[in-house]
């Protein structure tokens, strides 16, 4: 519960205004709302770079209650543009951690709004669609409101990226391994990272842009497409780049953003979601061996199934049983295949590790 009396103010797009309590830093923020059904590992979610230019709502009642602990990130710091809940707690009570939620989003410059009704807000999500909104607690007048939500750049078609990537390369795991991978980083989350280097790999990340003739020169046994936030479709730089991937025949391996990309790559579409898939519970059945898996997922664009249906040289292998969403192809004339959701799974169950394991028996 916040202990201010700030008024904060949330302003949809379509006109729909919630009024709460101010938390984190006093400011106003603009960006995509999207939801996350997860109960837990709120920390792993803020600094997931997936949601970048996005305001999130968390389903859960109580957000912040087991605290802040340093080393439970997926980046180096929140990623997402503002916060929405029903109950962000100020006291914690994991003697593990080091921080308040209100000490960690200060800290982090992040407006967020609490005591709003989550579930309601949900509903219209769900109902009408993710669209930008506005988060205010320092200015009070819906109009000057409505006038810099107009600013807030739509998500389709927007490039984010680079942005976001390293600006430098950079070498993590065993450097005298036999296997060197190539990782291109449009937003990688630390555990996909550490999900590679567990395995006794080499391991090298390369900024979002690099050209094919600097990948190719550290010579890998296989290339990784990162997860990442943005529209895929407008990452035209990096569809060149993986087709250029491709005519190595090496091994492949996306996730999420990395998934899209791979699509785009063989001519396969994509498209914006409308409200999207956020959460720690989406069931994904592997066509392969039929097999079901609960997974976490954080994306708002999605591969045209039709679009897949009608290229032979693509095969589906997961699909999303909710919706029946493609979660998974492979390549029938490449040693290619990627997935939309996290195997890396934190937070969240470990279903579907043996993905990784696929991706180094591929280069072995």
Do not use: W
């Not at 797009?13 to 059904?37: H, P, R, S, V």
């Not at 025949?249 to 998934?259: A, S, T, Y």
């Not at 954080?298 to 999303?320: A, D, R, Y």
């Amino acid at each position: 519960m916040s202990l201010t009396n700030n008024t904060a103010i949330l302003l949809l797009n379509d006109g729909t205004i919630f009024y709460g309590k101010a938390f984190g830093k006093i400011g106003t923020t603009t960006g995509e709302l999207c939801f996350n059904t997860g109960m837990t590992g709120y920390q792993e979610v803020f600094t997931d770079p997936s949601y970048t230019g996005q305001i999130l709502i968390m389903n859960n009642v109580h957000v912040g209650n087991y605290g802040i602990k340093e080393n439970e990130v997926e980046s180096d710091s929140i990623k997402i543009n503002g916060l929405i809940g029903r109950n962000l707690e100020e006291q914690f009570s994991r003697i593990q951690a080091n921080q308040s939620m209100q000490e960690y989003l200060a800290q982090n410059n992040l407006v967020a709004i609490e005591g709003v009704d989550t579930r309601a807000l949900v509903a219209h999500v769900r109902t009408k669609g993710a669209m930008n909104c506005i988060i205010s607690s320092d200015e009070q007048d819906i109009t000057i409101l409505i006038n810099k939500l107009a600013n807030c750049p739509n998500m389709d078609g927007l490039e984010l990226a680079s942005t976001i990537s390293t600006n430098q390369p950079y070498e993590l795991g065993n450097k005298e391994a036999e296997i060197k991978i190539a990782v291109l980083d449009f937003g990688i989350k630390k555990n996909i990272l550490n999900c590679l280097v567990e395995r006794g790999v080499s391991v090298k990340v390369f900024p979002a842009t690099t050209s094919i003739s600097e990948l190719k020169a550290y010579n890998p046994n296989g290339y990784f497409l990162s997860n990442g936030p943005g529209d895929p479709a407008a990452m035209q730089y990096a569809i060149n780049t993986v087709k250029e991937i491709l005519e190595e025949n090496k091994p492949v391996f996306g996730i999420c953003l990395g998934h899209q990309l791979l699509a785009l790559a063989n001519g396969i579409a994509t498209f914006k979601m409308h409200h999207g898939h956020r959460g720690l519970n989406h069931p994904v059945k592997n066509l392969i061996t039929g097999k079901c898996e609960i997974t976490t997922q954080n994306h708002g664009f999605g591969v045209q199934p039709n679009s897949v249906k009608e290229n032979e040289l693509v095969e589906i292998t997961h699909i999303n049983l909710n919706d029946e969403s493609i979660e998974g192809i492979r390549l029938k004339n490449k040693p290619a295949f990627s997935v939309q959701y996290h195997p890396e799974a934190t937070p969240g169950p470990h279903d579907s590790r043996y993905l990784f394991d696929d991706f180094i028996a591929m280069m072995q």
